[in-house]
């Protein structure tokens, strides 16, 4: 049974609400004394840029997403209804409102509220896309279209653009879609978003036949995807994300978003979305998560949260660290200063800034350099979006709220919009178009707001061959932003753009030109400029030839590859997609080896790969072989087995041999008489028992035994006899208990042993060998009492109070019964065991402390290491079974901290939600799921760090115990809770 600890889940919220029946809601007492702070509580450290306030409440509360139109009017999404009925909030009825704010006079403050749509149907919303007449909302699981088929701002038509198959009231769900330069929706969803369907809810398939789910053929967790504007032509353009909360382009079709890491890691990252990648949140072959083994793992948690290491991974952009990525967006307007033009802009709603990434080209990547733009005092910024205008300055919606993240909700009565521009220049100067005249139209495009250019491309295709000799003159003029805008339209009206401009000086705008180029195979065009001397320019050629079939063009492309350029290794993987077999024999013909070689064939996919990594090995120290055991992990399952059942019979060294164990598919091997007679000699050589262990367990080894029972009975490491309590059940049953308890004479301290190490194992056949044992009083006490210590277990205390409750535990054991019922994590029977036994003491929850006063954070970091750090990290001490807290001070105020503490129920972290998992053979578990693979579950169980492993034909379900946390209530002195709250608001770390 489960060994007690003593947790401390902060479980974070993302709050939501607004103004009805705020003044019954008191949760947050200090939001309502709070003064009011707007600019005051923001600094903006370019001294060549300024803020102001356009709107705040009561014209607006909790903006979660913003677009701005062609009038410069602000839409926005309100969301009131989030989550209230885990948080215990009022709902409004009549649902949730999409807004428009104007300024009317100029001033740079809005003066006019209306409300376009009210309804429960698009309660928090996440996504508002401003289109002409059409208005597209994301409210998971639903994408709305509303037409406004009058003008009056009110919509005459709602219908269902497509649906999520998950996401509801989740912001991992669907997000804003972007109107992208090639006349395109864009927009992504996060892993609970799960895939598309139709309407009617027909599963969708992007345009080469595949399910828009998580098949893992190749789509799994959150998705980047592009399609018409009529929802047809569906394209995943990129996928295994987590929380990517939203997507931006640039002019040249270039794609950026970032992407939420799970809580405590401090690895939120950017993205460039090279088309057709993996982004690696889980395992490409298996699913599992980052914390499970795999050879070669990464050295940084940054690295490993999203495979890294792995072939197959597009490379971050970057890892921002510690924090809660929303709106983004590219700035490409001519009002702020030139340095911000092409930066992506991007909030942070923990760590309450804005930030201005700009984009610089490294070979055929990119890395950034960072800018402030607005980074705040006032703790309660919570920046949910951001925007450019179409006069060219910046708007940031401002949720404003105690806290951020997850599932908790803090003020209802707040929310504001502000507006950046450069210092002196507050006026709002709204650019007047008019979308019939062609003349007007090509000025719209060269816009810096999307809602304007998209009217400008509609109207510019209307007047088809009569636009051409304007958008002709704007290509060849000297911004090549807006030159590519125009060959977007161009190369519609004649291919020969593409041919005319492919010789351009900017290496940006050729590569643009290949996204623009038809996707056919043999493309001469593609073939050409896989010779351009730009990597940039052949990193685009690359994934433009993904979907089809071009030896030419690819053989072009890997012969250039000269090293050290993953995020070419990558394009190259991509370019190659399907055709690996063909494409690798052309390579090989022409390159043998060398370091090029071995990267190639290291992210190869082939039919000999398999066999060509061996060879490679081989000829490789241990350390350097590691990357390309991994890459074996990657190929087909028989081809793989035959090429290390090969190795193995050449390798002497035993740690080479372990991994080679590692490495082979299961049940494929254990068909193979070969492999069974090399594995006696090979066991005997590994010397590590958690490795000895790993390898029983894997294959099944009955005929290890002897030595499981003697790592069972010897071991003094804690995961290590666990381990072999686990396995020896596994394999050997509840034998080797009964043996122990029947051995004549009685050994006493060996039987009372062997109780305490099977005991942990949380099964039924363990919990009634237990039953049998202290219920027997012809056994010594002290088994007696062992066996019913170990029936600490989410599955096992609940027979023990069976019986507690019917008296059928003798007086002498009751001490022991009641020791273990005070761990239960059964909060129904917590309660009635206190009521008939009383509690173990006077423990009764503290008034919030008054923060006026001074806590002592020398004294909170002792406690937090006291009860704390079992469970959670600050960074530098503690585990990794909870969140961890090294940024917890952005994260939450001190008044939104003492109630995580003490109310842990009211805000649970995604993917740390609670699990009952029961099993086939009626045993079950309370523990935390971290994924699913094609073969088992991997989990977290309570005080252990390192992850578990069931397989799936065990387990018959599995359920998410909504609104119950791990963690127990946290009752502190007052003056502990204060100190504690001190040094937990001092943790503020970055990346």
């Known amino acids: 049974m489960l060994r007690n600890t003593l947790l401390f889940f902060v479980l974070l919220g993302f709050g939501s609400c607004k103004k009805k029946s705020a003044e019954n809601f008191d949760r947050f007492p200090e939001g309502k004394k709070k003064e009011y702070i707007t600019v005051e509580g923001l600094t903006v450290p370019d001294s060549d840029l300024d803020v102001s306030l356009f709107a705040s409440e009561p014209m607006l509360y909790n903006p979660t997403n913003m677009d701005i139109d062609h009038k410069g009017r602000v839409w926005l999404c309100e969301a009131y209804n989030y989550r209230n009925d885990v948080n215990h909030v009022p709902y409004e009825k009549k649902g949730d409102k999409i807004l428009i704010l104007e300024d009317t006079d100029g001033d740079g403050k809005a003066d006019k509220s209306k409300v376009f749509y009210q309804g429960e149907d698009v309660n928090a919303a996440l996504g508002i896309c401003v289109l002409g007449n059409k208005v597209i909302v994301s409210a998971s699981p639903n994408v709305f279209v509303f037409t406004d088929e009058d003008g009056d701002d009110v919509p005459d038509k709602k219908e269902i653009l497509f649906k ?394 890997a012969l250039a590859y000269q090293g050290n350029d993953r995020w070419y290794l990558e394009a190259l993987g991509i370019g190659a997609g399907a055709n690996w077999d063909k494409y690798l024999e052309a390579y090989l013909k022409l390159k043998k080896n060398g370091p090029e070689w071995n990267d190639i064939l290291w992210r190869s996919r082939g039919k000999r790969s398999a066999d060509l990594l061996v060879d490679l090995i081989a000829g490789t120290s241990h350390e350097n072989s590691l990357r390309y055991f991994r890459a074996l992990d990657f190929q087909d399952k028989a081809l793989r087995n035959n090429a290390l059942l090969r190795l193995l019979k050449m390798s002497q060294s035993e740690e080479r041999k372990l991994l080679i164990f590692k490495h082979f598919d299961t049940e494929d091997i254990l068909k193979n008489p070969e492999f069974h007679s090399l594995i006696p000699n090979v066991l005997k050589g590994i010397k590590s028992d958690k490795d000895f262990l790993d390898i029983v367990s894997k294959y099944g080894l009955i005929e290890q035994k002897d030595r499981v029972l003697s790592i069972l009975d010897r071991s003094e490491e804690p995961s290590v006899y666990r381990q072999a309590a686990e396995v020896a059940n596994q394999l050997f049953g509840i034998g080797v208990l009964k043996d122990a308890l029947s051995q004549k004479p009685l050994r006493l301290d060996f039987a009372k042993r062997r109780i305490e190490r099977i005991g942990l194992v949380d099964h039924e056949v363990v919990t009634r060998q237990l039953i049998q044992v202290f219920t027997n009083k012809k056994y010594p006490f002290e088994l007696r009492e062992a ?33 273990v019922m005070r761990k239960t994590f059964h909060n129904d029977i917590k309660v009635e065991f206190e009521h008939m036994f009383g509690k173990a003491e006077n423990i009764q929850v503290h008034p919030m402390p008054d923060f006026s006063q001074k806590g002592d954070a020398m004294l909170g970091l002792s406690s937090f290491a006291k009860n704390c750090s079992v469970c959670h990290s600050n960074g530098s001490i503690g585990g990794n079974f909870g969140p961890g807290l090294g940024s917890i001070g952005n994260k939450l105020t001190k008044e939104a901290l003492y109630n995580a503490i003490v109310y842990p129920n009211q805000g649970i972290s995604l993917g740390y939600e609670t699990s009952i998992i029961t099993f086939k053979d009626g045993s079950s578990m309370q523990a935390i799921v971290t994924s699913k693979t094609a073969n088992s579950y991997l989990v977290k169980l309570l005080g252990e760090t390192e992850l578990r492993e069931y397989p799936l034909d065990a387990v018959k379900s599995v359920e998410v115990v909504e609104k119950v946390s791990l963690m127990p209530s946290f009752p502190l002195e007052e003056k502990e809770m204060l100190d504690l709250i001190t040094y937990l608001s001092t943790l503020k770390q970055g990346s």
């Open 787 to 819: 066996a019913v210590l170990a029936m600490e277990g989410y599955m096992s205390d609940v027979r023990l109070w069976e019986l507690m409750k019917v008296n059928k535990i003798s007086k002498d054991l009751l001490p022991a019964a009641k020791e």
């Open 164 to 557: 999520t198959k998950g996401g509801l009231q989740s912001d991992h769900g669907v997000h804003a879609m972007i109107f992208g330069p090639d006349g395109k929706l864009y927009f992504n969803f996060g892993n609970h978003g799960i895939g598309l369907t139709d309407a009617k809810g027909q599963t969708l398939k992007d345009i080469y036949g595949r399910e828009i789910d998580q098949t893992r053929q190749p789509f799994q967790d959150g998705m980047a995807i592009r399609c018409d504007l009529e929802a047809k032509n569906f394209e995943v353009v990129g996928w295994n994300f987590r929380n990517n909360y939203e997507l931006c382009l640039d002019s040249f079709g270039r794609i950026w978003q970032s992407d939420n890491d799970d809580d405590g890691v401090r690895s939120n990252r950017l993205n460039y979305v090279m088309p057709y990648g993996n982004y690696g949140y889980k395992d490409e072959m298996t699913g599992a998560d980052w914390r499970a083994y795999r050879t070669n793992k990464e050295d940084s948690v940054w690295k490993q949260h999203w495979h890294q290491n792995d072939p197959g991974v597009v490379p971050n952009l970057k890892v921002i660290g510690a924090g809660s990525p929303t709106g983004i967006f590219v700035y490409e307007g001519e009002l702020l200063p030139e340095r911000y033009r092409g930066s992506v802009f991007l909030g942070d709603a923990v760590n309450n800034d804005i930030s201005a990434y700009q984009i610089n080209k490294e070979k055929a990547g990119y890395t950034v350099d960072r800018k402030y733009i607005i980074h705040a005092t006032d703790q309660w910024f919570r920046p949910s979006d951001v925007a450019a205008g179409p006069d060219g300055s910046v708007f940031v919606a401002d949720w404003y709220d105690v806290g951020v993240g997850g599932h908790f909700v803090g003020d209802l009565e707040k929310g504001r919009i502000y507006r950046v521009f450069p210092k002196g220049n507050s006026k709002y100067q709204v650019p007047k178009y008019d979308f019939s005249d062609l003349n007007s139209s090509l000025e719209a495009l060269k816009n810096p707001s999307n809602s304007v250019r998209y009217l400008a491309y509609q109207s510019l295709r209307k007047f088809g061959k009569v636009a051409e000799a304007g958008l002709y003159a704007i290509a060849k003029g000297d911004d090549v932003r807006y030159a590519a805008r125009a060959l977007w339209l161009l190369k519609e009206l004649d291919a020969k753009y593409l041919e005319e401009f492919s010789a351009h000086p900017d290496e940006d705008l050729r590569a643009a030109l290949v996204r623009m180029s038809p996707q056919v195979d043999h493309s001469e065009f593609l073939i050409k400029m896989s010779k351009d001397p730009s990597y940039q320019v052949k990193q685009a050629v690359a994934t433009r030839i993904s979907p089809t079939y071009n030896p030419v063009a690819w053989l072009n492309l």
